[in-house]
């Protein structure tokens, strides 16, 4: 049976539909090539979603420095996204649970692996936690982003931002 078509719009969509407070978190590193993708995606989003619903981090490679401003925010959502080799074509990218992985084997610039800081924004927040993963077509050093990732990029700020404009779910 051949595995359906991953859509990343429609995983999204429905990763924020009963969304309350987000924290979006953008994680790599600045002079890694495509590594920089999820700090990119943050930095597009600045000035396009409601800041009093969704918290943007630039965390660069220290995702850990954030916890407590993650903590003090109170989200419902916690997004991470970057940078992982998926074995995809490159700019493709995938919604993922933390636990997920043990899955791939995910490449990272990272002072701690992020499946550890996910373990532990998990226990000290108890909300829901996704990786937006996406495959870099280049890691080595220098700036910029290969075309592929670039297109992929403006995509997903594209969706982010009409996704995170929604109103706040109600919850009763």
Not at 76 to 93: F, Q, V
Not at 114 to 138: D, N
Request: glycine fraction near 6%; charge should be negative.
């Amino acid at each position: 049976m051949p595995e359906r078509e991953y859509n990343v719009a429609k995983e999204l969509r429905e990763w924020f539909r009963s969304a309350g407070r987000i924290v979006v978190v953008g994680v790599g590193n600045p002079i890694r090539m495509d590594d920089f993708v999820g700090l990119k995606i943050v930095r597009d989003l600045r000035g396009k979603v409601d800041s009093d619903r969704v918290m943007l981090i630039e965390a660069e490679t220290v995702p850990e420095n954030h916890v407590q401003k993650i903590i003090g925010f109170k989200p419902t959502h916690i997004t991470l996204i970057d940078a992982a080799i998926l074995g995809l074509k490159s700019g493709e990218s995938r919604l993922v649970d933390p636990e997920q992985l043990e899955d791939f084997p995910v490449f990272s610039t990272h002072m701690l692996p992020l499946r550890i800081f996910c373990e532990y924004l998990s226990e000290a927040t108890r909300v829901k936690i996704g990786l937006l993963l996406i495959q870099p077509e280049k890691t080595d050093f220098g700036e910029g982003l290969t075309h592929d990732v670039v297109e992929s990029a403006g995509r997903i700020t594209s969706i982010l931002a009409e996704e995170l404009k929604k109103p706040m779910v109600s919850r009763q």
